[in-house]
């Protein structure tokens, strides 16, 4: 038992030392560009929509940022402008801020002295031409989040479909690397589908929350505006 043991182990070292002198070929490093020719036609809608997707997040966000303002200090300027009775220096005032709330009072400043219901139609109207602007080509990134990954499994699809008609062709003699080679190029188009729809889903749901905070604020900052037009004040020349 003892050389039985003895032989074995020197069967295992060395059988260890053949394995390790033997070179595995390392896989082949693909850049970005030879993975988007490899994935094939179907590439190029997809890295299309990926660009897209990255100028509509960019543009938004700049949107979004430009459009921040502490509403009330602006609203307490206003209030005190209006109280002493520069309902004119109040609309300049407004027009040279050009933020999203300064446009809507700018509607309702420009109307005092009319009934309180025209002068509340005008604000509600400015505030949904302000909330359509911030929400404008939020849709973009809702169907690009659908779109490319769509498009990925279609690529893998029609990638598939072709693997297997050359196993057709060559009638099942194929090498099974070959096959794989076929499979892995196919699935391409569905990972880069699937990443560039899961970015944009993800920076839809952000943005649209910042959005829809926004609009909130601009409503509560109206609706504080429309009171303070009803609280009574001294009356002096504009």
């Excluded at 560009?33 to 929509?49: E, F, K, N, Q, S």
């Excluded at 973009?140 to 990638?159: D, K, M, N, R, S």
Aim: with cysteine.
């Amino acid at each position: 038992m003892p050389l039985l043991y003895l032989f074995a182990l020197q069967i295992d070292a060395t059988l260890t030392d053949t394995l390790a002198q033997v070179e595995v070929p390392e896989p082949e490093r693909m850049t970005l560009i030879d993975m988007l020719i490899t994935g094939g036609w179907l590439m190029i809608p997809i890295a299309i929509l990926s660009v897209i997707a990255l100028i509509v997040i960019i543009e938004r966000w700049r949107v979004i940022t430009k459009s921040s303002m502490k509403m009330e200090g602006f609203l307490n300027d206003v209030h005190d402008m209006l109280t002493e009775g520069n309902v004119r220096q109040a609309i300049r005032y407004c027009e040279q801020t050009d933020k999203p709330l300064s446009r809507i009072l700018v509607k309702g400043l420009q109307r005092l002295g009319r009934p309180i219901k025209e002068i509340e139609d005008a604000i509600m109207s400015a505030g949904k031409q302000e909330a359509y602007r911030l929400e404008s080509k939020m849709d973009w990134l809702a169907t690009i989040a659908g779109v490319a990954p769509l498009l990925g499994f279609l690529g893998t699809v029609t990638g598939m479909i072709e693997a297997f008609q050359q196993i057709q062709t060559m009638e099942g003699q194929v090498n099974p690397g070959m096959l794989a080679g076929g499979i892995w190029e196919a699935l391409i188009t569905t990972a880069f589908g699937l990443m560039v729809g899961i970015i944009a889903y993800g920076f839809y749901n952000f943005l649209l929350t910042k959005i829809n905070r926004k609009i909130f604020e601009l409503e509560a900052a109206s609706t504080d505006f429309i009171d303070l037009l009803q609280t009574p004040a001294p009356k002096k020349n504009a």
